[in-house]
């Protein structure tokens, strides 16, 4: 993540917040290079950071791994934020709403109202009726299908996401996309044909709304 990240983005301050969506390392374990980084380049504005209960101690331990005795030195202040399932509130000064997908660790899909927007991200998971509910009506939604069809527990599928948002949301972006999937994956989106609003993004891809 931090490399990608940094990447796009040259101003320290910019960032607003990170939702971690649930504790797995391929969602977690960049977090102390990315605060690390900030630091160094010389953040000086709170960092809010949110996700599921068990995100402040999680945060705290990632960083005592990565970098022992760097938490107290960052040079920003860190603002952990734990959420439950149907929460509504304040995250990074957005008003967001969260609610838990079916996952192997305890998963919270957001919702944030970003200038008139509506952004949904997943997270890991299958998603539940209260996750399709709060991706209704979006603007972007931002979905984890590790399969084309389904069958791999604990994790959603194109072909159902598509079939239940794709029509209700301004642009269906599906990612997390199992490794053994994505030629399945590309060629069901081929057939979707050119006029789709459903992506599987390339890294680095920006989107304006
Ligand atoms: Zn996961
Ligand atoms: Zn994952």
Redesign the pocket.
Known sequence: MPHRFFALEDDADRLAGVWL????G??CFGLPLLLLRLGEMGRRRPLAIAGPQGVGPRVKDLLDVAYPGFASRLGFEVAVQEAADGDSFVFAGLPARTAATE???A?LAVRVSVAGRELFYS???RPTRQSLLLADGCDLVVH?AFTVRGGVE??GAAVPLAQRLASRVGRLALV?VGRGFRAQMNEWLAGMGPKTTITVPEDGLTVAL
Do not use: A, I, P, V
């Open positions: 969506s649930h504790g797995h391929d969602h996952h192997g660790l998963n997270g890991d998971g984890e604990g994790h997390h």
